[in-house]
């Protein structure tokens, strides 16, 4: 047979090929730990310009904008889905932080009150018969009422429940967002005792009323649940929560939601929490006397006389909807208003604030011209709204 001579030599590429799989391997994972290097570096100075956002306390600010005020004497503000709602005894207003209007509603009322839930408005008129209710978009419905109007509570869905009140007895009405009545209770004073606040829970199904008694010459408070869905139509008058405390006033109770609801008494703070039939959850007891009360969407705070928190003035305290203490802050500022908003909290007079982040970092104090009507978080970072006598100042601090 014949020999095949090859035209040429094969080299032998297995080592080249090795080698170059290594220098291959090395190229890459020098790309991927540079890579990696970077994002270390990138995060690490986020979270380290995060961490100094998060507890600098700011000396200064920077005015962004100033817009002329000419609200009356007798104007009330809220903030409202970041936007803020003025109301007074000739109507209300819905604007955005440049001062201008979404929506209005002129009315004439000798008392205006109001209460938000989500995108949800009510105005009534105390002691009146007319009350508006209102979404994001204007006004929805207007309800006018035979019984004066004692409180008013709104739910997310625009469901309206309305605490009516004659010589002999109370009413519990409940109206949806077109004004039409879906139910009502009677309360019999001589049964239940002088009703002193209603609150409606986010899904307008359940309704708390405190209500005052007098046992034995001493001042006791009753709250009641009601249940205005199916599991409230097995129980006698829709009742299916109600307990006694004896020495105690409880002037104020609130919906947080559609199951957590407070009551605040003068002796402390009572959460109760249950889907269909609310039960207490946890008691807060204050061993100094309540100065203020405040509520923001997940929090109750109060402000406390007497404080011994390095020797402040005033204690204010943070607590979750489970009744967990989660901010103690001590302050000397003799404050008029107190509030949460966008999760700072808020002390101010005519002319000072402090702000302080839910942790108990101060945010900002300071002094400012003119009187100062309220006060805001804005909607970027570091910025909020002051709303003064005549004008109302955007800000970002500095």
Request: glycine residues 10%; aromatic residues 10%; proline residues 2%.
């Amino acid at each position: 047979m014949a020999k095949i001579t090859p035209l040429f030599e094969t080299p032998d590429t297995t080592e080249d090929m090795k080698g170059y799989k290594e220098k291959l391997f090395r190229h890459r994972a020098g790309i991927g730990i540079r890579g990696l290097l970077c994002a270390v570096v990138v995060l690490g100075l986020i979270f380290g310009m995060w961490f100094w956002s998060r507890y600098k306390t700011y000396t200064s600010y920077e005015l962004l904008s100033s817009n002329e005020r000419t609200d009356t004497m007798n104007t009330q503000y809220a903030e409202y889905n970041g936007k803020i709602l003025k109301y007074s005894r000739d109507g209300i207003s819905c604007v955005n932080l440049k001062n201008e209007a979404l929506w209005s509603q002129t009315y004439n009322m000798q008392m205006p009150i109001l209460d938000i839930c989500q995108n949800s408005v009510v105005v009534a008129d105390m002691q009146g018969n007319e009350a508006y209710v209102f979404n994001e978009e204007g006004l929805l419905t207007q309800i006018t009422t035979l019984l004066p109007i004692q409180q008013v509570s709104i739910s997310g869905q625009g469901v309206t429940a309305m605490l009516l009140s004659d010589n002999a007895a109370s009413w519990i009405c409940l109206y949806d967002s077109e004004g039409e009545k879906l139910t009502e209770a009677r309360c019999r004073l001589s049964e239940t005792g002088q009703p002193l606040s209603i609150g409606i829970s986010s899904d307008g199904i359940k309704v708390a009323v405190s209500y005052l008694q007098i046992q034995g010459g001493a001042s006791a408070s009753c709250i009641t649940f009601y249940n205005f869905g199916s599991v409230g139509g097995n129980f006698v008058d829709k009742i299916v929560a109600s307990k006694v405390y004896e020495d105690q006033i409880i002037p104020r109770i609130k919906y947080m939601g559609d199951t957590i609801c407070a009551a605040v008494s003068d002796k402390g703070i009572i959460f109760y929490e249950g889907k269909e039939i609310p039960e207490e959850k946890a008691a807060v007891e204050e061993n100094t006397e309540i100065r203020s009360i405040f509520a923001g969407n997940d929090i109750v705070g109060t402000v406390v006389e007497g404080a011994e928190k390095d020797g402040a003035r005033y204690e204010v305290h943070l607590y979750d909807t489970s009744g967990n203490l989660i901010l103690n802050q001590g302050t000397d500022l003799a404050y008029g208003q107190v509030k949460m908003s966008g999760g700072d909290l808020i002390l101010f007079n005519e002319s000072e604030c402090e702000i302080y982040s839910r942790q108990g970092i101060l945010r900002y104090t300071g002094n400012f011209d003119g009187t100062i009507a309220d006060i805001y978080r804005g909607s970027g970072l570091r910025k909020y709204i002051f709303v003064f006598s005549d004008r109302t100042d955007e800000i970002k601090l500095k």
